[in-house]
C-alpha cells in the first residue's frame, strides 16, 4: 500500500510552470535549501532540456541531473512567494507578495 | 501498539511484512566462490536454491528440491554439466530440465524444475527473482561497473552477514539524510535524491570529517572532502562512486551495497569495495584505502543492524521537515512488489528532493529584501517588514 507523505498534510505542493518551456511540475520547499519536484509524464514530455538530454531524460548516465530553466524557475517562484514555505523557515519578512514580477531577481549559481 | 483515537498518541501501523519478493536482480556474492565445483546451498526468496558451477563454466541456479522425491541438490555432486541428485543420482541441466536418470531407459515428461536467470558479471553472480516467472527485463539491466575485474583498480573486498529483519529497513536508509553523518563519515553540503524508472540514485556532496579520514601513509595529501554518486538499479543492488578529493589528488572508490532476502524477516546484507591505483597510491596504499573505508562501512551498517534489530517495523513514519523522501522512497521501491501491468505511474515517474547547504540563507535573505525594497521604492514607498 502506498502511504502519503504525513508532511504533504501541513504543506501540499504546488504547481511551477518553468519560464522558459511551460512543463509544468509540482514543487514543494521546506526550507531554502530544500526543494522536493515531482514530475508527470506530460511535464517530462514537455520539458525541453530534458528531451535533448542525450539519454532522454533517463538518470541512467546521470546525464539529466537536472533542468537549468526549470531551478531557475523554482528559484523565482520561491523568491516571488508563489511557492509557499513551510512556516518558521522563510526569512524575515520573506513572504514576498504573490506575483511580483521575477525578472530582476534571477538566481544562477 | 495501539492507543483509543481520542488520546492523541499517535499509533504505530504496520502491516505484516509481505510474504512476496521483489522482481528484480539479487547479488548472491562473488562469482568465485561458486566456482570450487562443488554445488552450494543458498537460503533465499523463501526458499532454499542451489548454485553450481557446470562443466561448460557456466554458473546456475536451481530449487534445491529434486522433482523425483524430493532430495537436496545442493548436497549432489556436479558431473559434467549437470547437479547429480545425492538421493537417485538423478541429473538436472542449468535450464532446469532432467537430463539423464542413470537407471531408467528415459526421463518422464515434464521433469522440470525452477531455474532461477543468472548473470555473472562484473565478479559477481545475480539472479533474476520474478513471483511473474518472466525473463529479465531489459529496461533493468544491470550497469557495468567501471574498475571491476580490472588491473588499475584493486579486488573486491567484500563483506557479507545476515540481518534479521525485513530487507524494507535497509532501503530506508538511502533516503535517511543523517545517516550520512554516521555511515559515510561525512558533512553533507549538497544531496539530492533522483528516484524515476527502476532506479533511486543519491547525490553527495560533502566535507570530510576530521574524526574519519582514510588513513594515507606519513606525509600524504590533505582530505578535504567527497562526492558520491549512488544509485539503486533495481530493489537491492546499489553502486557508489566514492571519490576522496585530497588537496592534490582524488582517490577513486566504487562500493557496492547489496542484499538479497532469506525470507520475509531475514535477509543478506552484502558490501564490496575497489579502489583505484594510481601514482601516489600503490597496489598496499590502495588496500589500505580500501580496509580502512571497509571498516568504517562495516561500523556504520553495525550501528544500523543494532537498531534494526529491536526497532518496530513502522508503515506511517511520522516525518518532520529536516527528513528525507522516505515515503516516496517506499512508493518507488513498491513496483518491485507488483506485477509488471499493475506498476503505477507514481512509482516510476520522477521525482527529486534536493538539500543544497552551499548557498547560505543569509544569501537568500538578502536577495527577499532587496526584492522587496525594489518593488517598495517603485511604489514609492519603504518597505514594511
Known amino acids: 500500500m502506498i502511504r502519503p507523505d504525513n508532511r504533504l498534510a501541513d504543506l501540499p505542493m504546488t504547481p511551477v510552470e518553468c519560464q522558459r518551456c511551460h512543463a509544468t511540475v509540482q514543487v514543494r520547499k521546506s526550507s531554502w535549501q530544500q526543494t522536493s519536484v515531482q514530475w508527470d509524464e506530460a511535464g517530462a514530455r514537455t520539458c525541453l532540456e530534458r528531451r535533448s538530454s542525450p539519454s532522454g531524460g533517463s538518470i541512467r548516465d546521470t546525464d539529466f541531473f537536472t533542468c537549468a530553466g526549470l531551478r531557475e524557475s523554482i528559484a523565482q517562484a520561491a523568491l516571488s512567494g508563489e511557492i509557499p514555505m513551510v512556516e518558521g523557515s522563510a526569512p524575515r519578512g520573506g513572504r514576498g507578495p504573490a506575483g511580483a514580477p521575477a525578472e530582476e531577481r534571477a538566481v544562477t549559481q | ?385
Request: charged share 25%; aromatic share 12%.
Open chain 2, 1 to 385: 501498539m495501539t492507543t483509543a483515537p481520542e488520546s492523541g498518541v499517535r499509533a504505530i501501523e504496520a502491516a505484516a511484512a509481505p510474504t512476496r519478493f521483489a522482481r528484480g536482480w539479487h547479488c548472491l556474492g562473488l562469482a568465485d566462490k561458486f566456482r570450487d565445483g562443488k554445488p552450494h546451498s543458498i537460503q533465499a526468496f523463501g526458499q532454499k536454491l542451489v548454485v553450481f558451477q557446470s562443466g561448460d563454466g557456466k554458473l546456475n541456479v536451481l530449487d534445491a528440491y529434486c522433482r523425483h522425491m524430493g532430495g537436496d541438490l545442493s548436497q549432489g555432486t556436479v558431473k559434467g554439466d549437470e547437479i547429480a541428485c545425492p538421493f537417485h543420482d538423478w541429473r538436472w541441466g542449468g535450464d532446469g530440465r532432467c537430463k539423464q536418470i542413470p537407471y531408467a531407459r528415459r526421463v518422464p515428461l515434464r521433469a522440470r524444475t525452477a531455474a532461477w536467470p543468472t548473470l555473472d558479471q562484473d565478479g559477481m553472480l545475480f539472479v533474476w527473482n520474478d513471483p511473474e516467472g518472466n525473463p529479465p527485463r531489459e529496461e533493468e539491466a544491470l550497469p557495468m561497473i567501471e574498475g571491476a575485474l580490472d588491473d588499475e583498480w584493486t579486488d573486491w573486498l567484500w563483506y557479507e552477514t545476515v540481518v534479521d529483519t525485513n530487507v524494507r529497513e535497509v532501503i530506508d536508509n538511502n533516503a535517511d539524510m543523517a545517516h550520512f553523518f554516521y555511515v559515510h563519515l561525512t558533512f553533507p553540503t549538497y544531496f539530492k535524491n533522483i528516484f524515476e524508472g527502476h532506479i533511486a540514485a543519491q547525490y553527495m556532496n560533502g566535507k570530510a570529517r576530521e574524526d574519519a579520514r582514510p588513513r594515507l601513509p606519513e606525509g600524504s595529501p590533505q582530505l578535504i572532502g567527497n562526492t558520491s554518486v549512488a544509485a539503486y538499479y533495481g530493489p537491492s543492488f546499489m553502486t557508489d562512486e566514492l571519490t576522496y578529493n585530497y588537496d592534490r589528488m582524488d582517490v577513486r572508490t566504487t562500493l557496492i551495497n547489496c542484499h538479497y532476502p532469506i525470507d520475509e524477516n531475514s535477509f543478506v546484507l552484502q558490501y564490496g569495495i575497489i579502489v583505484k591505483k594510481q601514482d601516489g597510491l600503490d597496489e598496499k596504499a590502495a588496500m589500505e584505502v580500501a580496509n580502512t573505508q571497509a571498516l568504517y562501512v562495516r561500523r556504520g551498517f553495525e550501528q544500523d543492524v543494532q537498531i534494526w534489530k529491536n526497532k518496530a517495523r513502522i508503515d506511517n513514519p511520522l516525518l518532520c521537515e529536516e527528513d528525507g523522501p522516505v515515503y516516496q522512497l517506499r512508493r518507488w521501491y513498491e513496483q518491485f512488489y507488483v506485477d509488471v501491468a499493475d506498476i503505477e505511474p507514481a512509482m516510476v515517474e520522477r521525482f527529486e528532493y534536493e538539500l543544497d547547504t552551499t548557498r547560505p540563507n543569509e544569501v537568500w535573505e538578502k536577495q527577499v529584501q532587496d526584492n522587496l525594497a525594489a518593488k517598495a521604492a517603485a511604489q514609492g514607498r519603504t518597505p514594511v517588514s
